[in-house]
């Protein structure tokens, strides 16, 4: 089974911490993907990457930032996490090509307070 | 822009009862269709998709015809069962944004009750 893993299901934070979501797919997949899930606003797209090192802002990228140094692992960090920023965070990844089928993780839900 | 709207939940039916899950999109030339389903405390999953038009997608009961004249793909099933309850988001390729971004619609919440 294709897998794409989410490395914390529950977090809390305090503000003005710094936040890593970690994110690892089995599939050798090109593309990965970071997205928040909101009551209301369905889904955002903060960030994505199409390869190893290479990354694009998505819809909502301001107050965070990504890291790929690995193809199978996918980093969102919030530098300074605020209040605002509870909320679900969606990983999921995709081949290059294909017909656009994401596979998504199970989610992380984070509270800052 | 390219956009997904989808009819605003939630949805409550009886045990059997036929859903219809309204989504009719904005975007740039004949992009694939996607339903997604996400069951409570999971991620989203691949409920069907349709790539051209005309196209019936189809999975575990649900289908949904890819409308290029309408610009829709309305999700239906013709007898729902409280394993249903779930959330479901529409959602096309986005063409016009970098590989393989989907456009999701905000979602639809089913409960299904027995």
């Known amino acids: 089974d294709v897998k794409v893993t989410q490395s914390s299901r529950y977090l809390v934070k305090r503000t003005g911490e710094k936040v890593f979501l970690e994110c690892v797919q089995d599939?050798?997949?090109?593309?990965m993907f970071w997205y928040r899930q909101d009551p209301g606003l369905g889904l955002r797209l903060i960030y994505f990457?199409?390869?190893?090192?290479?990354?694009e802002k998505g819809d909502i990228p301001e107050g965070y930032s990504v890291s790929r140094e690995k193809k199978e692992r996918f980093s969102l960090i919030l530098e300074s996490a605020s209040t605002n920023q509870t909320s679900m965070y969606l990983c999921?990844?995709?081949?290059?090509?294909?017909?656009?089928?994401?596979?998504f993780g199970e989610g992380s839900r984070l509270t800052v307070l | 822009g390219n956009s997904v709207t989808q009819m605003e939940g939630p949805v409550t039916l009886s045990e059997e009862a036929f859903l219809t899950i309204n989504c009719t999109y904005t975007?740039?030339?004949?992009?694939?269709l996607f339903w997604y389903v996400q069951y409570p405390g999971e991620g989203l999953q691949l409920l069907l998709k349709a790539t051209k038009a005309d196209d019936k997608g189809s999975n575990k009961g649900f289908e949904a015809t890819y409308r290029k004249e309408t610009t829709s793909f309305h999700l239906e099933k013709g007898s729902v069962q409280v394993s249903d309850s779930a959330v479901y988001f529409c959602a096309h390729m986005n063409y016009g944004g970098s590989q393989g971004n989907l456009i999701f619609g905000k979602g639809t919440k089913l409960s299904v009750k027995p």
């Open positions: 975007a740039t030339g004949y992009p694939s």
């Open positions: 999921a990844s995709s081949f290059t090509g294909s017909t656009g089928e994401l596979f």
């Open positions: 599939m050798d997949h090109e593309n």
């Open positions: 990457s199409y390869d190893v090192k290479m990354k």
